[in-house]
């Protein structure tokens, strides 16, 4: 079944504990992005890769990293959480690679819930 | 970069066609206009996508006028299942060949029995 998984699906740590949130998508998308979602704000890119060794940061990258090693895997790590990213993170993944024509549909993941205490 | 403005929410009938615009200024020649929908707790999901003028698919059209400064989705006889946040999506380039998707605030949409 194509999907995008992530894990963990829900997590309570506490300030200062590094964590990695890891996203895999099995349809062999170039393109891949995490956002975060809180109420009132929507949908905010975080990171994205192009491609393979390729990321960029999105509208709010601060306090985050990401790697991009191999296709199919694109973590989401937090080096040293704080109470401002408890959210909701989603990972997603497409096709074709914007800016390119017609931009390919995103596919997402079912959500991290994340809790930093 | 490109950015997207919504109306935050909506309230509609059952059975009535509903219509969210969604304004984007700055577009860029190249840019394509998408929408998703999203429920409590789910990731956001396809619905339609455009260029310029009409798109119509199964579940929706999407109106760009000419000048391609705003999009129009619409919603035919919508039913209580399409309560949820509608999503307008506009790539930016931001040069060297990389690009940005970016979501707006989205509209919240309630359908009334």
């Known amino acids: 079944e194509a999907q995008v998984t992530q894990n963990p699906r829900y997590l309570i740590t506490v300030t200062g504990k590094k964590l990695t949130v890891t996203c895999s998508q099995n349809?062999?998308?170039?393109?891949m992005s995490w956002y975060r979602q809180d109420p009132g704000l929507g949908l905010r890119q975080i990171y994205y890769?192009?491609?393979?060794?390729?990321?960029d940061k999105g509208d709010v990258p601060e306090g985050y990293k990401v790697s991009r090693k191999e296709k199919r895997n694109f973590p989401l790590i937090l080096e040293s959480p704080s109470p401002n990213q408890t959210s909701l993170y989603f990972c997603?993944?497409?096709?074709?690679?914007?800016?390119?024509?017609?931009?390919?549909?995103?596919?997402f993941g079912e959500g991290s819930r994340l809790t930093v205490l | 970069l490109a950015k997207t403005t919504q109306p935050i929410s909506m309230d509609s009938y059952e059975g009535q066609e509903v219509n969210i615009t969604c304004s984007h200024n700055?577009?860029?020649?190249?840019?394509?206009i998408t929408w998703y929908q999203q429920f409590p707790s789910q990731g956001p999901r396809f619905i339609i996508q455009?260029?310029?003028t009409k798109v119509t698919n199964e579940v929706a059209s999407l109106f760009i006028p000419a000048d391609r400064k705003s999009s129009t989705l619409s919603l035919p006889r919508v039913s209580l299942s399409d309560t949820a946040v509608y999503y307008c999506?506009?790539?930016?380039?931001?040069?060297?060949?990389?690009?940005?998707?970016?979501f707006g605030k989205g509209t919240k949409l309630s359908v009334i029995p």
């Open positions: 997603a993944s497409t096709p074709d690679p914007p800016g390119q024509g017609a931009d390919g549909e995103l596919f």
């Open positions: 349809m062999n998308h170039e393109y």
């Open positions: 890769s192009m491609n393979v060794e390729v990321t």
């Open positions: 700055n577009i860029a020649t190249n840019d394509y």
């Open positions: 455009g260029y310029k």
């Open positions: 999506l506009v790539g930016v380039g931001t040069g060297a060949g990389s690009y940005q998707l970016t």
